[in-house]
């Protein structure tokens, strides 16, 4: 069974949004592969900051969310590739090899070691730019148009705040990596639980798009 999970709308920040983790800058330098010029990026992490990007909805390989802008009112969906099975067992089998592991991982963070010892298992986490797919609404010239950057750069700062996003979005869900690894009593709620939807169909997801469209019209 698959899970959703929801953000709520970002709110206008006036500047520079600073990213701190390791895997957070992995993923902005992805992010930044896929502009076509410095003067789109700039763009981009203006509209980011503007408050005008509706809730991001996140699943296991797919990610979206509704922009607005002078023009009009846009959907952005992208993609990214799940781990498969082994890969994800792999991770499981680094994390469970350390207590600190899986205590940096309830509180959203992924330790350094962690990634060097599953890329040694050829899992690699964070994804890089040509794998990371995005369409719009909004028919620009380019593949990845700004709104496009600007909903990635979201994202980017989503997941730099807890790590366990970036590997949801990659199909490892933290409850299930840390399955049988000791109690989570207490445990930090992951980003965006409070709102997981339980789906049996990954189509469902889809329909999180034009909640995410809506919430610009609320």
Same mark, same amino acid.
């Given at each position: 069974m698959?899970?959703?999970? =929801?953000? %709520? &709308?970002?709110?206008?920040?006036r500047g520079m !949004?600073?990213?701190?983790?390791?895997?957070?800058?992995?993923f902005l330098r992805a992010i930044e592969e896929l502009a076509y010029d410095d003067n789109q990026l700039s763009?981009?992490? =203006?509209? %980011? &900051?503007?408050?005008?990007?509706?809730?991001? !909805?996140v699943e296991a390989g797919r990610f979206a969310a509704g922009v607005e802008d002078e023009r009009g009112l846009w959907t952005v969906i992208g993609t990214v590739p799940v781990l498969d099975g082994d890969s994800v067992a792999a991770l499981?089998?680094?994390?469970?090899a350390s207590a600190a592991r899986v205590e940096a991982l309830l509180v959203g963070e992924?330790?350094?070691d962690v990634a060097e010892h599953a890329e040694e298992a050829g899992v690699e986490l964070v994804p890089y730019g040509e794998e990371l797919g995005v369409t719009c609404t909004c028919g620009h010239w380019h593949p990845v148009c700004g709104h496009a950057l600007a909903v990635l750069h979201q994202l980017c700062w989503t997941v730099d705040r807890d790590a366990s996003v970036l590997l949801h979005l990659r199909g490892a869900e933290r409850h299930a990596l840390l399955r049988n690894k000791?109690?989570?009593?207490?445990?930090?709620?992951?980003?965006?639980?409070?709102?997981?939807?339980q789906v049996d169909d990954v189509e469902i997801a889809l329909d999180a798009v034009l909640r995410a469209r809506h919430m610009l019209e609320e």
């Open positions: 698959s899970s959703v999970l =929801t953000f %709520a &709308r970002e709110p206008h920040r !949004v600073k990213v701190e983790s390791w895997w957070g800058r992995a763009g981009a992490r =203006t509209l %980011a &900051r503007s408050g005008r990007i509706g809730g991001l !909805v499981e089998e680094v994390l469970g992924l330790p350094l000791g109690p989570e009593t207490g445990r930090a709620a992951p980003a965006g639980e409070a709102t997981r939807d």
